[in-house]
């Protein structure tokens, strides 16, 4: 049980460039969800998804797309990266009970040039 | 709006020594709140998820209490230890939706010296 992984773990890239996070999870999760965290800023949720086929924008959802076309994976797309998003990327998954906490990933740090 | 704050944001203290660690929001219409843990350059792990409906949870030497009417959760940590240095986040969870959404406070940063 491997529980959240994200690939890749670090990531650098020029400004213009895209790139695709890949989120997993084997826990059978109906929630998912992209956070970044920054300093000073704490985490910042990105986007959201209550359930394979459906993503929701969170607080901070502008120049990232999501999509969650299988139950267990959530990829978070960056079409044209930009200095502001370099920042570190943690996907978290929590299951439908109402007393389910969220399992986080290890976190992706990407650093845009 | 829901807003969650932590005081101290940094917090360092000497091995062995108790201490507490505060969380505040301001509605106190919450479904239940949160405690984790962050390690440097690591994701974060659940600690504690005390519901509404409950005063305290606890977990080993970790206690964790919750005050709707104040406002307020505290994070008792006893008898410290080096191995306890990380950051403690407490998050909350609204009534409003049905997205498992949950609003962070920004954390205490701890370090336990020998």
């Known amino acids: 049980n491997a529980g959240v992984t994200q690939t890749p773990k670090f990531r650098v890239l020029k400004t213009g460039q895209s790139m695709t996070l890949l989120c997993a999870q084997d826990?059978?999760?109906?929630?998912m969800y992209w956070y970044r965290q920054d300093p000073g800023m704490g985490l910042r949720l990105i986007h959201y998804?209550?359930?394979?086929?459906?993503?929701a924008k969170g607080e901070v959802p502008d120049g990232y797309n999501v999509s969650r076309l299988k139950k267990q994976n959530f990829l978070l797309g960056l079409e044209s990266a930009a200095p502001s998003q370099t920042s570190v990327y943690f996907c978290?998954?929590?299951?439908?009970?109402?007393?389910?906490?969220?399992?986080f990933g290890p976190g992706t740090r990407l650093t845009v040039l | 709006k829901q807003e969650v704050t932590q005081i101290p944001a940094a917090l360092s203290v000497p091995e062995g020594e108790n201490l507490v660690l505060n969380c505040s929001f301001t509605?106190?219409?919450?479904?239940?709140l949160q405690w984790f843990r962050q390690d440097p350059g690591k994701g974060l792990t659940s600690l504690l998820l005390?519901?509404?409906s409950q005063r305290e949870q606890t977990s080993g030497r970790l206690n964790a209490s919750l005050d709707k009417s104040s406002g307020r959760s505290t994070l008792y940590i006893a008898a410290s230890q080096p191995g306890d240095s990380a950051t403690y986040l407490c998050?909350?969870?609204?009534?409003?939706?049905?997205?498992?959404?949950?609003?962070w406070g920004l954390g205490t940063s701890l370090a336990v010296n020998p």
């Open positions: 998804s209550v359930g394979e086929g459906t993503t």
């Open positions: 005390i519901q509404s």
């Open positions: 978290a998954s929590t299951g439908q009970g109402a007393t389910d906490t969220q399992y």
């Open positions: 509605d106190s219409a919450i479904y239940n």
């Open positions: 826990m059978n999760h109906e929630y």
């Open positions: 998050a909350v969870k609204d009534h409003a939706g049905n997205n498992r959404k949950l609003i």
